[in-house]
């Protein structure tokens, strides 16, 4: 499978959750095109924009909202290829800045694209046998749905 995986991060913990991410994508024998929307855009995608599976993750700005560059990232692939059906959110955030507030950037991803995948939510930086294990969970969920809805019938398939 053809996977996208874009995202912004300030400080590096989004991008230490995309790494891992990636590398369990990679280990299951997926081909990942991997995109820092801080410095790239949709055009430094293998192969063109179209892919299988869109990973995107992104830090949380001021009050819950999505960094400029994630924004700007979304806008070309929206442009690019519509609001893919198979598109799964990550993102890290902090508590401490209100619960209200917490991975909001994950949240308005989700929301904009209509995901039925569930999001990955980080408190800060991935540490921890905990936070490895909810990666991977993750991971292993999305690709496990992805794979299901791409081997299904359609004529069989009923949501």
């Not at 959750?17 to 055009?43: F, K, M, N, P, S």
């Not at 950037?105 to 408190?123: K, Q, W």
């Not at 294990?133 to 999305?142: E, G, K, M």
Request: glycine share 8%; hydrophobic share 40%; with cysteine.
């Amino acid at each position: 499978m053809r996977i996208l995986l874009a995202f912004c991060s300030l400080s590096g913990n989004t991008r230490d959750v995309a790494r891992a991410i990636r590398a369990r994508c990679e280990a299951a024998g997926h081909a990942v095109t991997w995109i820092e929307a801080d410095v790239q855009t949709l055009a430094a995608a293998t192969g063109g924009p179209e892919h299988d599976l869109y990973l995107l993750g992104a830090w949380t700005d001021n009050a819950g909202r999505t960094p400029p560059e994630m924004k700007r990232f979304i806008a070309e692939l929206v442009e690019a290829v519509g609001k893919p059906e198979r598109l799964a959110v990550f993102g890290t955030g902090e508590t401490q800045w209100g619960e209200e507030y917490y991975c909001g950037a994950v949240r308005r991803m989700a929301a904009f694209f209509g995901t039925g995948y569930p999001r990955l939510e980080i408190e800060q930086m991935p540490h921890g046998e905990r936070d490895a294990r909810a990666i991977d969970r993750w991971t292993d969920h999305v690709l496990t749905h992805t794979e299901t809805l791409r081997n299904a019938d359609p004529a069989r398939f009923i949501a």
